[in-house]
């Protein structure tokens, strides 16, 4: 039996909860605001930035000194997955985030405080656990005491996809029999001045922006989706076109699902040729009204890690009224690094919301 998405939440320049997300993505709102420069101190322009109320009530919660603004908005996200599904979850719950690099401001400002500081001891400890990998999932299973596996997987924009991948199997050798699975990514100054960096001759300025996707993920009962396949690819020839398509058809091949059965592909709103390639992979395939039919990850910004989580949140935001179910989809991510990946959803409409553990 395949595993199923039972139950979602976000925290997104909406707002908190899968609500306020799933109304922004209906109306295909847009969430680019002005730039405060004497806050930021950043090139940009704009960014799609969560509300700093949001983030301001998390850090009311005992135990969030030194966090920074990616393990908040995870903290958050989880915490309202469970307020959610009601009761209380299995201490054996898994947890697994994709990100990108963590929080590159934390790692960044330790760094710096270990050089100027009159010995390179004299740092604040209690910034040290936030400034690691694994320091959104840790975050997560300490405060919801959470005691089954807990990963973190780098992967750029695809990282989310390799999440999924990773709690399928997790659910599939019966490790675990619920797992929390999602992709974070904050805005930053370290993180704007890095992507400016990091732009294409050429390619239009991306928009960052920032927020948290998850999922619960169980293996078998109820739920908004069932997980059939994951695959994943590596270019390495700057044109992810032709090695995203093998990957595309081997995963449909995989899950056993024709591409007459897709109701939405849903690309990855990369920027540049990158998108370009990506979209016209998918419309060539399942034609430009299974493309259109979702918005991509753009109404939020460049989400980076996050990205692949909150297209899978859309798609389920778009499919709430059942009248998809029994239809497949496919969710697609491509990042400039040379990694890909690619998921086929069967969706079901039988919300797990509610319902409890």
Not at 42 to 53: I, K, M, N, R, Y
Not at 67 to 88: C, I, N, P, Q, W
Not at 257 to 262: A, L, S, T
Request: net charge negative; hydrophobic share 40%; charged share 20%.
């Amino acid at each position: 039996m395949s595993p199923v998405i039972s139950a979602w939440s976000a925290v997104s320049p909406f707002g908190v909860g899968r609500h306020a997300f799933a109304d922004g993505v209906r109306e295909r709102r847009r969430t680019a605001v002005a730039i405060d420069r004497n806050q930021w101190q950043v090139p940009d322009e704009q960014a799609c930035l969560v509300p700093e109320s949001v983030l301001t009530a998390a850090r009311q919660v005992k135990g969030t000194r030194g966090m920074d603004r990616g393990t908040l908005m995870a903290l958050t996200a989880v915490g309202d997955l469970f307020d959610e599904v009601g009761g209380t979850p299995d201490p054996a719950t898994a947890v697994v985030f994709g990100i990108t690099n963590a929080s590159v401001e934390t790692m960044m400002e330790f760094t710096r405080s270990s050089l100027v500081a009159e010995k390179p001891f004299y740092v604040d400890p209690a910034v040290t656990p936030h400034a690691v990998m694994s320091g959104a999932a840790g975050n997560c299973a300490i405060r919801y005491r959470l005691k089954g596996p807990n990963t973190t997987l780098s992967g750029g924009r695809p990282a989310a996809l390799f999440a999924l991948g990773y709690a399928q199997r997790l659910l599939s050798s019966g490790r675990a029999s619920t797992v929390v699975c999602g992709g974070v990514e904050e805005y930053s100054r370290a993180r704007s001045r890095l992507e400016q960096g990091k732009q294409a001759p050429g390619c239009p300025d991306e928009v960052l922006g920032e927020g948290c996707a998850v999922l619960l993920l169980e293996s078998g009962g109820p739920g908004l989706a069932e997980v059939l396949a994951v695959g994943r690819r590596v270019y390495l020839d700057g044109s992810p076109g032709a090695v995203l398509d093998t990957c595309v058809r081997s995963t449909l091949e995989q899950a056993g699902v024709g591409r007459e059965e897709v109701w939405a592909a849903v690309p990855s709103g990369a920027s540049g040729s990158l998108g370009d390639h990506e979209r016209a992979v998918l419309a060539e395939r399942f034609g430009a009204e299974a493309v259109d039919r979702v918005p991509d990850g753009s109404l939020a910004g460049e989400l980076a890690a996050g990205s692949a989580a909150f297209q899978i949140a859309a798609l389920l935001s778009l499919a709430e009224d059942g009248s998809a179910a029994g239809r497949a989809a496919v969710i697609t991510s491509v990042d400039r690094s040379g990694v890909l990946a690619c998921a086929v959803l069967r969706l079901t409409g039988e919300p797990r919301q509610g319902r409890g553990f």
